[in-house]
């Protein structure tokens, strides 16, 4: 993780940029439709200086099917999403398949 | 199996030292991963607080920040965001638990005092400012969160991990490692026994 900058990323639609912006985060990719949040995606994926991304969960539900598994399947960047139900279905379903037993409940 | 060893008594007395090994390493592994998913649940218990309070305090932000758009205005708004650009820092450290490294995120300064806020004073208003403070607790609880759910799914990767290492001493290494023994064993004595009749008819010739 030394190697891994740290830096935090936001993609989310306008509205939901725009209060990052006022608590000072920069690196904020607003995106409107699928195709573009994909594209952004891909490029965030590849840069090696954000540690956190921020994701609107809307917009992580539209994308296609392997970039979340993708997502899913990395531990870096980590990807927190918000608003909604904050990827606690996810991990459940992981949590499932490491240990064979839902621990959550 | 396959049974592909020689029956001598090196390759025996080689087999018998690796099993040894193997078991050794097994009960070893077998801890480590108890110890790994009690790490996990802990950690879990912790998470589902920290998944609350972002939930919570993404409402908040979000509620705060209508308000501010709703009263002042969206353009007003997004001006004083214009102006906000320092970047809250962070501090990345790692932990170790049981082998297995997660990062620790050391939060250096995300909230601001209301005079080191880029925009001015005079020209926003305290709603706006109350709706900066509500982001910048939101971030911190993200990070915390990320925090958090990172460690999970190392914890996970390396309980997965472990578990097939397991499986595979108990149910296929050590199987396949005592079975060649047993192989060995057996050929060793049909040969003694091979051997004694061998000599027994050698000194029944000589006799005769």
């Known amino acids: 993780m030394k190697e891994r900058g740290f830096r935090l ?15 000072g985060i920069r690196d904020i990719h607003e995106v409107s439709d699928p195709a573009e949040a994909e594209n952004t995606i891909e490029k965030i994926l590849g840069d090696r200086n954000i540690g956190i991304v921020v994701i609107q969960q809307n917009i992580f539900d539209n994308l296609s099917v392997s970039l979340k598994r993708e997502i899913e399947e990395r531990t870096e960047p ?28 | 199996m396959a049974i592909d060893v020689k029956p001598t008594r090196s ?20 801890m ?14 912790m998470a589902r607080g920290v998944l609350e309070k972002l939930r919570e305090s993404y409402e908040n932000a979000e509620q705060k920040i209508s308000i501010a758009k709703a009263i002042d205005g969206t353009i007003m708004v997004r001006s004083a965001a214009l102006a906000a650009k320092s970047e809250p820092e962070f501090e990345l450290r790692s932990k170790n638990i049981m082998g297995v490294v997660v990062p620790v995120v050391k939060r250096k300064r995300v909230r601001k005092k209301l005079s080191e806020r880029e925009y001015g004073i005079i020209g926003t208003t305290a709603r706006i400012d109350e709706a900066t403070s509500a982001y910048e607790e939101l971030i ?20 997965e991990r472990t578990k097939r290492r397991v499986n595979a001493l108990e149910f296929k290494v050590i199987p396949e490692m005592k079975e060649a023994k047993k192989y060995i064993e057996f050929a060793l004595q049909e040969m003694e026994r091979d051997n004694i009749i061998r000599l027994k008819k050698i000194k029944a010739k000589a006799e005769a």
């Open chain 1, 9 to 23: 990323a936001v993609v989310g639609d306008q509205e939901f940029g725009l209060g990052f912006r006022l608590a």
């Open chain 1, 78 to 105: 980590t990807f927190v999403k918000v608003g909604g139900e904050m990827g606690v279905e996810e991990l459940k379903e992981k949590i499932r398949r490491a240990i064979g037993v839902d621990l959550w409940k």
């Open chain 2, 32 to 45: 480590k991963r108890d110890g790994l998913i009690m790490e996990f649940s802990e950690t879990l218990s």
């Open chain 2, 11 to 30: 390759e025996l007395i080689k087999l018998k030292r690796r099993i040894k090994l193997s078991e050794k390493g097994y009960e070893l592994l077998k």
């Open chain 2, 140 to 159: 911190d609880a993200i990070l915390e969160a990320a925090e958090i759910e990172t460690t999970l799914l190392r914890l996970l990767e390396e309980i």
